[in-house]
């Protein structure tokens, strides 16, 4: 199942750099020649697309090495960082993108550009080729990355759909453009760059949530809750903190049991515990449990009440006594 995970990652991410390498060519020599700023931005686009894409590329075999004794979880956080390098080439580009499309904008109203005449009809001819290309690469890669649940692929699936959007905006500008609105055509390329950076930060956002993250989501911690207060010899459910590593999640558990257990008593109910969280939960590889006596008259927590003292446990760390 990693393996095809893996390969079907793998397979994104290639679509995507040979794609936007035939697409960066194409896009930035006709808009040069077509005298478009809004296609001259969106080849930029594709351009940095290359870059981050064989960053992508890397970053995804190095995460597919094995555990070993430093890394003891495997290297799957990677493809998180990963994620992180693609949000951040996204918005680098955006701010190129946007500070090219405005010296444009200023120039056309200055008058310094006032012989510009639209872009050639073959910039539009492009930029409609590439909207019902990206339509394509958004709805297989999204696919994909709900397949492999993968931080990197979903990111790629984000960007797909932004160059959609994009290209839409572009292929506007352009065509109006054509018909006596010259200033509409860097406009155009100045929506693009807002759409980018948009992506960037959604792509940076969810990235820097799966790295640092460390109180499960309200739907996993219901799941932890239901599964675990039916089981005999737990009382009550007092902590749940959820780490991911690439697809996995490692799970620290703190039970309440009888105090009159014996110390054997009580580690069996936690091997039960870790047996039957990764049996059940999908993607959980490791559960670490710590267990002692259960207040009498302490009641078992709601849902917000639980997932609040895991986040007081992470920001204030008991004193050892």
Known sequence: MTHQRDQK???????????????SALKTGVGIIGNSPALLAEGINSTSDVAYYVVASVFLRLANKP?????????????????????????????????????????????????????????????????????????YITRLGRETKNPVVQAMAYDHRNDLFSASAASLGIFLGQRGLPWVDPLAGALVALLILRTGIYILRESSVELMDAVPSRELAGQIRTIL???????????????????????????????????????????KVE?????????????????HPARKAHRNMSIEELLAESRRRVSEPEEPV
């Open 9 to 23: 990652s793998l397979l994104a991410v290639n679509i995507g750099l040979w794609t936007n390498v035939f697409l």
């Open 67 to 139: 555990a070993d004794d430093e890394h003891p979880y495997g290297h799957r956080q990677l493809e998180s960082i990963a994620s992180v390098v693609v949000g951040s080439f996204v918005v680098a580009t955006a701010v190129a993108v946007f500070w090219d499309a405005v010296n444009k904008i200023w120039a056309l109203a200055s008058g310094h550009a006032s012989d510009y005449s639209g872009a050639s009809p073959i910039a539009l001819w492009v930029a409609l080729f590439t909207v019902v290309l990206k339509i394509f690469l958004t709805n």
């Open 229 to 271: 207060l039916d089981m005999p010899g737990i009382k009550q459910l007092e902590e749940v903190q959820a780490h991911r590593f690439g697809p996995h999640i490692v799970l620290n558990l703190t039970i309440g049991v009888d105090g009159g257990m014996t110390v054997r008593e009580g580690d069996e109910i936690a091997s």
């Open 275 to 291: 047996s039957l969280l990764c049996d059940v939960v999908p993607n959980v590889r490791r559960v670490h449990v710590h267990y």
